[in-house]
């Protein structure tokens, strides 16, 4: 299942999952408040995570990895901002995460991948640079070393 804010959103997943072969479910939800009601295997977030407000990302996070089944993958990104790239999204409701803030809300899962990538993202149509944070860590099983 995966969710976006908007219609808009959730009808361009629906034609790039159907585009791939991918049998996939989409629905209109918000970020900052759905919740996952049976855990799973893969919490995949890319793109949206600036859109939390930073007050409450440490308890999202809680929430995404207590939803996620032991040996399951959460594999996050975010925005970065860096001083010698200009600024480019003129979304008001996003924040950007500090250097390092995705990484520190996985302190206590084991890391199978985090780095900083810089990219031209193409996305909006027009091209422009842009850095991210990238985490992939995966919930321990129960007794697992
Ligand atoms: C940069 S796009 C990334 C889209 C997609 N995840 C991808 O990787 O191609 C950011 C998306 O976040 C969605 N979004 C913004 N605020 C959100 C929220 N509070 N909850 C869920 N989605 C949100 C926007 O509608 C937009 O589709």
């Known amino acids: 299942m995966g969710v976006d804010i908007s219609s808009v959103g ?3 997943s629906e034609e790039r999952a159907s585009r791939l072969g991918v049998k996939a479910r989409f629905q209109v939800g918000d970020l900052r408040t759905c919740r996952l009601r049976h855990r799973v295997d893969v919490v995949l977030c890319s793109g949206a995570l600036n859109n ?3 007050r409450i990302r440490a308890a999202r996070s809680e929430h995404f990895k207590a939803s996620t089944a032991p040996g399951g993958i959460n594999a996050m990104n975010a925005d970065v901002p860096k001083p010698y790239i200009p600024p480019y999204s003129k979304n008001p409701y996003a924040t950007p995460f500090r250097s390092g803030e995705l990484l520190g809300y996985y302190g206590d899962r084991e890391i199978l991948d985090s780095r900083q990538v810089e990219f031209m ?3 909006s149509g027009v091209p422009y640079r842009k850095a991210m944070d990238m985490v992939v860590a995966r919930k321990p099983r129960p007794g697992a070393h």
């Open 10 to 12: 959730v009808r361009k």
């Open 121 to 123: 993202s193409t996305a």
């Open 52 to 54: 939390i407000p930073r």
